[in-house]
C-alpha cells in the first residue's frame, strides 16, 4: 500500500511543481487590498503603472509579481518608505534599479506604516486584471495573433500529465483489487511500459512546445512592431495633425534640419493652450497637466513666478538599436520620402505605435526598391556622376545604400 501511495505522490509532485512556477502565488494573503488600492493611486500612479517593468514603464519601471522575485519584502518596505536612503546604504540591487532610470529619484514615503506598504505590495500582487496595463497591440497584428502563450502550453502539459496520472491510478486500483503485491520500482516499470505510447507523446509535446516558444520568443528580441505606448498626456494626433490639420513639421520642424524629428516642448503646445483650456474628450484634465510642466495658472492665466519646470516625460515608440544610424533630414528632405511612408497614418491615430517592424531588413528592402530623383539639388555635388549615370534608373541601392558603413558605426 505504502509504495503505491509513493508511486502516486512522485506523479502528483511533478503536476504541481510547474503549476508552482506559473501559477499565481498569493504571498501576502490577508493583507487589505482596497487599502493598498487607494494608496497606490494616490501615491504611486503618477510614476508607475502596472504591468510590465519596461512596457508599462512611466518615470519608474512598471510594477508587477516580479518584484517579489527580485526583492524581499523587507528591501521593498525599506524602500518604499525611503529610496534614496537605501540607494546611500549601499545596497547593490538598489543602486541598480536607480542606475537603470536615469537616476531619476522616487519620492520618499516615511509616513507608511509598514503595514500600508504591505497593503500596496498585496495590491500590486494581485490587482483587479482590467488594470493592468499591457501595451496595447491593435488588432491586424499577424506577429501577436498566431503566438500560442508559454502560459497555455505549460497547462496543456499539466492537463496532460494529470491524464496519466489518472490512468496510472487507475491501473493500480484495479491491480489493488487483484491482490496482486509489488515491489516499487517493479510497479513503477510496469506501468512505465504500459503506458509507454502517452509517456512518449508528452514528451515529444514537451520538446516540441519548447521549441516553438522559444523560436518565438527569440524573434520576438528588439523587434517592437505595434508598440503602442501609454503617454504621459493624452495626445492625440488625430485630433491635432488630422482634425485640426498642424502640419508635422510644426511640432516635428528638426526632421528637415536634423538627424532627429524631435518631440516639442510643452511651450510649443502652450502656443495655442494658453488659451485652449479645455478639450472635447478630456475636458480640461489632460490639458491641465501642460499647465504643469510649465508652471502655468489658468485662472489667472499667467506663469507662476521661479518655477522649476517639469518637463513631459513622452515615452519613446521608435527606437533604432545604438549600433544603426538613422537621419530624418536625409530622408524627408533629400530623398523626399513622407513621414507616413514609415510612420503610417499618423495623422488617424489617437495613440501613436510604431506601424513597421523597423529591422535591417526594412531599410534594406526600401533602399533595393526606390528610385532616387536624380533633378534633387543634394547630387549636384556629383554632377559628373549624375551626367554618367543619367540614362540609369538609380535605386538608393546604387548610391550605397546597401554599404554596411552607411547605417552602423
Ligand atoms: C516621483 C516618481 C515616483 C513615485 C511617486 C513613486 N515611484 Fe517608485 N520608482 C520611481 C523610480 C524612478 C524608480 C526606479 C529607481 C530609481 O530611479 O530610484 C522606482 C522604483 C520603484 C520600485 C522598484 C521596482 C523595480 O522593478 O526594481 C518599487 C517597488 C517602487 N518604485 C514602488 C513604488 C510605490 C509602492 C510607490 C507609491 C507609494 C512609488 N514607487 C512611487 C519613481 C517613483
Ligand atoms: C501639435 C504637435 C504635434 C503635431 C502637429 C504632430 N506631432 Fe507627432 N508627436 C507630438 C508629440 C507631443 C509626441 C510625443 C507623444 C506621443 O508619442 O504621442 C509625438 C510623437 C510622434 C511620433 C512617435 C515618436 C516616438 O516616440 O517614436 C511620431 C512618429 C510622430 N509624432 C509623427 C508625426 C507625424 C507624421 C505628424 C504629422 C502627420 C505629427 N507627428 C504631427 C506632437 C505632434
Ligand atoms: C496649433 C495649436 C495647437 C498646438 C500647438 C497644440 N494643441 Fe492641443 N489642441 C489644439 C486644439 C485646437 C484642440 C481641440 C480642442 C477641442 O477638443 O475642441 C486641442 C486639444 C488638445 C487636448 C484635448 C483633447 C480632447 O479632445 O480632450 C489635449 C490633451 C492637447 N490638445 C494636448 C496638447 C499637447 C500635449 C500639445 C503639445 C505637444 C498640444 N496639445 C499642442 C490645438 C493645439
Ligand atoms: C525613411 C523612414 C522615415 C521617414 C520618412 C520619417 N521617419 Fe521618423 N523615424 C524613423 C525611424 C527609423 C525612427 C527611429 C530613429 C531612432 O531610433 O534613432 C524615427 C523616429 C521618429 C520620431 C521619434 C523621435 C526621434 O527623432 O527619433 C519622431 C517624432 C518622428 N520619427 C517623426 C517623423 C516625422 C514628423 C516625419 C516626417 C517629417 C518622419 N518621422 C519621417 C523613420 C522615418
Ligand atoms: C521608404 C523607403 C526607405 C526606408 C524604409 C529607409 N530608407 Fe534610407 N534612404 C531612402 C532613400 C530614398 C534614400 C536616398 C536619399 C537621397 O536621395 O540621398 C535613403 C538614404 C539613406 C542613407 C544614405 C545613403 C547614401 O549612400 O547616402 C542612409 C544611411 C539610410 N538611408 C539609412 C536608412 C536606415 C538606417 C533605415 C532603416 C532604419 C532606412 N534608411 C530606411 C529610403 C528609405
Ligand atoms: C540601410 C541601413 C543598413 C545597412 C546598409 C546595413 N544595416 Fe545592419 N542594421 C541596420 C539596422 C536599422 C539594424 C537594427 C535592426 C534591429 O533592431 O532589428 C541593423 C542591425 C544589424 C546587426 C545586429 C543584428 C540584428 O539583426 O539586430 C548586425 C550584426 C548588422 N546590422 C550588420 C550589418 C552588416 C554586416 C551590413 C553590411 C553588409 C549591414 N548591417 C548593413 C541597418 C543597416
Redesign the pocket.
Known amino acids: 500500500m505504502f509504495k503505491k501511495t509513493t508511486l502516486h505522490l512522485f506523479f502528483i509532485f511533478w503536476v504541481f511543481v510547474p503549476s508552482f512556477f506559473y501559477g499565481q502565488i498569493e504571498y501576502l494573503k490577508g493583507q487589505n487590498i482596497k487599502n493598498g488600492e487607494e494608496l497606490f493611486k494616490a501615491n504611486c500612479t503618477s510614476c508607475h503603472l502596472l504591468g510590465d517593468e519596461k512596457k508599462a514603464r512611466l518615470i519608474g519601471p512598471g510594477l508587477n509579481v516580479e518584484i517579489f522575485e527580485e526583492y524581499t519584502e523587507e528591501w521593498l518596505i525599506s524602500w518604499v518608505k525611503n529610496s534614496s536612503a537605501v540607494i546611500e546604504s549601499g545596497d547593490e540591487q538598489a543602486i541598480a534599479i536607480f542606475e537603470e532610470y536615469n537616476q531619476s529619484v522616487m519620492t520618499a514615503f516615511p509616513t507608511f506604516s509598514d503595514d500600508d506598504v504591505r497593503d500596496i505590495l498585496a495590491y500590486i500582487e494581485t490587482p483587479p486584471i482590467e488594470e493592468v496595463q499591457e501595451v496595447v497591440v491593435s488588432s491586424d497584428s499577424e506577429s501577436e495573433s498566431n503566438t500560442l502563450s508559454s502560459q497555455t502550453l505549460v497547462y496543456i502539459i499539466v492537463a496532460l500529465l494529470v491524464v496519466l496520472m489518472f490512468t496510472g491510478f487507475l491501473k493500480n486500483s484495479l491491480k489493488r483489487a487483484s491482490n496482486i503485491d509489488e515491489t516499487f520500482l517493479e510497479g513503477l516499470k510496469k506501468w512505465i511500459v504500459s503506458n509507454v505510447a502517452i509517456i512518449v507523446i508528452v514528451i515529444i509535446f514537451g520538446v516540441l512546445s519548447f521549441l516553438v516558444w522559444g523560436w518565438q520568443e527569440l524573434s520576438k528580441i528588439g523587434i517592437r512592431q505595434n508598440y503602442k505606448p501609454k503617454q504621459p498626456i493624452e495626445f492625440s494626433h488625430k485630433i491635432h495633425a488630422g482634425e485640426q490639420g498642424i502640419d508635422?513639421?510644426y511640432?516635428?520642424s528638426?526632421?528637415?534640419k536634423s538627424?532627429?524629428?524631435?518631440?516639442p516642448s510643452a511651450n510649443v503646445c502652450m502656443n495655442c493652450h494658453a488659451n485652449i483650456i479645455e478639450g472635447t474628450h478630456t475636458g480640461t484634465k489632460e490639458i491641465a497637466k501642460i499647465y504643469e510642466a510649465v508652471g502655468y495658472d489658468v485662472d489667472t492665466r499667467t506663469y507662476k513666478q521661479d518655477y522649476e519646470e517639469k518637463p513631459i516625460q513622452w515615452v519613446?515608440?521608435?527606437?533604432?538599436p545604438d549600433l544603426?544610424y538613422?537621419n530624418?533630414s536625409q530622408?524627408?528632405v533629400a530623398?523626399k520620402?513622407?513621414?507616413q511612408?514609415?510612420?503610417g497614418p499618423?495623422e488617424e491615430m489617437d495613440v501613436v505605435y510604431q506601424q513597421e517592424k523597423?529591422t535591417m531588413g526594412w531599410?534594406i528592402n526600401?533602399h533595393r526598391d526606390t528610385k532616387i530623383d536624380l533633378n534633387n539639388p543634394y547630387y549636384h555635388d556629383y554632377n559628373d556622376w549624375v551626367e554618367k549615370h543619367k540614362k540609369a534608373d538609380l535605386t538608393v541601392e546604387n548610391i550605397g545604400g546597401l554599404e554596411c558603413g552607411k547605417c552602423h558605426y
Open positions: 508635422c513639421n511640432c516635428h528638426s526632421a528637415r538627424k532627429h524629428a524631435g518631440i519613446r515608440v521608435h527606437d533604432l544603426s538613422f530624418h530622408h524627408v530623398g520620402i513622407e513621414c511612408e514609415c510612420h499618423v523597423l531599410c526600401c
